[in-house]
């Protein structure tokens, strides 16, 4: 059982971590393999719309996004850890979530992997970023587990939210739990709601 932490904070070992790193300690206390992927440090491109995936199943971009394809198809479960700037995911992050588009073409897919969120923002945006990687999850087919949203403006804030740091430990156990359900969804491709021309 293997379970990714892909962080999206550019600051080290802040909020951010610090509560993926509960998520990730809960998980490994029922056996899950544990792995915290700090987006920031790696060379990973926007997406430039080539359309290239579609036909080929794979992104044409050669970049640390193709090692991170392989780690995000072997997770059994994935953690997505954020903080709010400007209102809502990190521009690391969305760079990788752009990029997961080719995810869904040529036999590749996140359907059914158990999904996780943490989130911090200093005030406002809180709600936008849950809510923006809840409907990623919920539109690869993930199986979301639950989420973790913290208020913090300072370095290393959250490690004096007790609540907020056991509800992590749990959140992470958690996606061990449903993990070993072992869900399968009936149909792995994407769900695409809102149809249109490009989803005839």
Do not use: W
């Not at 923002?121 to 990623?136: I, N, Q, T």
């Not at 993930?142 to 973790?148: D, K, Q, R, V």
Request: aromatic fraction near 10%; include cysteine; charge should be neutral.
């Amino acid at each position: 059982m293997k379970i990714l932490g892909l962080s999206f904070s550019p600051r080290e070992r802040g909020n951010t971590e610090l509560l993926m790193d509960a998520v990730l300690a809960g998980a490994g206390e029922l056996g899950a393999e544990t792995e915290l992927y700090r987006v920031v440090e790696k060379n990973i491109q926007p997406c430039d719309a080539c359309g290239s995936c579609f036909t080929t199943g794979e992104c044409p971009i050669e970049d640390d996004m193709q090692y991170l394809y392989e780690k995000m198809l072997s997770a059994d479960g994935i953690l997505f850890g954020t903080p709010v700037y400007f209102y809502n995911i990190t521009a690391q992050g969305k760079c990788v979530i752009d990029r997961t588009i080719a995810l869904n073409h040529g036999g590749k897919s996140l359907s059914s992997k158990v999904g996780a969120v943490v989130a911090v923002a200093g005030s406002l945006g809180l709600v936008d970023a849950l809510k923006d990687l809840y409907f990623y999850m919920v539109t690869r087919r993930m199986l979301p587990a639950s989420f973790i949203a913290a208020y913090g403006s300072n370095k290393g804030d959250v490690k004096d939210f007790e609540q907020c740091m056991k509800a992590s430990s749990e959140l992470g156990r958690n996606m061990a739990k449903i993990i070993k359900k072992k869900f399968v969804y009936p149909d792995g491709k994407a769900n695409y709601i809102a149809y249109g021309t490009h989803t005839f």
